[in-house]
C-alpha cells in the first residue's frame, strides 16, 4: 500500500537530526582552529567530513539496492517486517548507549584530547580522523534508521531527503560559522529526536502490519479503531500493543537518560 510507504521527508528528518549532531562536533573543531590561529587545519576537517559523509551514504544506497522496488511477495513482506522491528529495536538500545553520560564523557574526551595534540604538534592528520569518526559515527545511527524505512521508500524520494537534508545541513554550517546569532540548537536537537520517535513508531507499525498481511503474526481486528497509515497505525490488537509497548520503552528510556546525564 503506498500509502503505507515511506516519503523524502521521512528521509530527509532522520538525517537531518543526526547530522545535527555531527555538525556541531565539526563546528567545534573549526572554531577551536579558528581561536588557535592554524587556517591549515580546515582542510583537514573538511576532508574528514566528505569521507564520512562518503562512506556513511555509499552503506545507505548499498543497503537501499537490496530491497528493489519491483521485487514482490511473500518472502518481501517478511523481510521487511523482520528487518523493520530489529532496527527499531537497535536505534532504542545503539541511540541510549550513544546518548548516556558515560558514552558523551568519554567521546568528548576523545575529542579535546585528539584536538590538543594537533594544536600542540601541528599534526592535523588526527584532525581528519577525528571529523571522519565525528561524522560517521552520526552515520552509523542514521543507517540503523534507514534500514526501517528502505524496503517501502523509493530510490528518487530517498535520494531527494538525503540530499535536501545535506542542503539544510550544510546552510546551518555557514549560519553558525559567519551569524553571531546564537541558534536555538539544544531545542531545535529535542524538537528533532522526538520527530524520530515518532518515525520509528511509524516503522514498528508498518513492520508489524506487514508480518501481519503474511500471517506470520496474527491479526486481531479492532473495528471502532480507524486505520492511520501515514502514520503507521493499524486497527488490530497486535500493532497497538507493540507500539505501546515502544512508548513505553520511549519514556522509560528518557527517564534513564535522565538519572544518566544528571
Aim: positive net charge.
Amino acid at each position: 500500500n503506498p500509502a503505507a510507504g515511506y516519503s523524502a521527508l521521512d528521509a530527509m528528518l532522520i538525517l537531518l537530526r543526526e547530522g545535527l549532531e555531527a555538525l556541531l562536533v565539526v563546528m567545534a573543531l573549526v572554531s577551536a582552529l579558528r581561536v588557535a590561529n592554524r587556517p591549515q587545519g580546515y582542510k583537514w576537517v573538511g576532508g574528514g567530513v566528505i569521507a564520512g559523509l562518503v562512506l556513511s551514504l555509499v552503506a545507505a544506497f548499498a543497503l537501499q539496492r537490496l530491497f528493489p522496488s519491483s521485487s514482490s511477495g511473500t518472502n518481501r513482506e517478511i523481510i521487511e517486517g523482520a528487518v523493520g522491528i530489529v532496527a527499531v529495536l537497535m536505534i532504542l538500545t545503539i541511540g541510549a548507549w550513544l546518548h548516556s553520560k558515560s558514552s558523551l564523557n568519554a567521546w568528548q574526551a576523545y575529542i579535546k584530547k585528539h584536538m590538543n595534540k594537533a594544536l600542540t604538534t601541528g599534526s592535523f592528520v588526527s584532525l581528519f580522523a577525528l571529523s571522519f569518526l565525528s561524522v560517521f559515527r552520526e552515520g552509523a545511527e542514521t543507517i540503523l534508521f534507514y534500514v526501517g524505512i528502505l524496503p517501502n521508500i523509493s530510490t528518487e524520494s530517498f535520494a531527494l531527503g538525503v540530499g535536501i537534508a545535506v542542503i539544510l545541513l550544510a546552510i546551518l554550517a555557514v549560519v553558525i560559522l559567519k551569524s553571531s546569532v546564537k541558534l536555538p540548537v539544544p531545542t531545535m536537537f529535542k524538537i528533532l529526536t522526538w520527530v524520530l520517535y515518532i518515525l520509528g513508531f511509524k516503522i514498528l507499525g508498518v513492520s508489524v502490519h506487514a508480518l501481519q498481511l503474511t500471517a506470520v503474526l496474527p491479526t486481531t481486528i479492532i473495528d471502532i479503531l480507524p486505520n492511520i497509515e501515514w502514520l503507521g497505525f493499524y486497527a488490530t490488537l497486535q500493532t497497538i500493543i507493540a507500539q505501546l509497548v515502544y512508548i513505553a520503552l520511549i519514556l522509560l528510556l528518557q527517564r534513564w537518560l535522565k538519572r544518566q546525564n544528571a
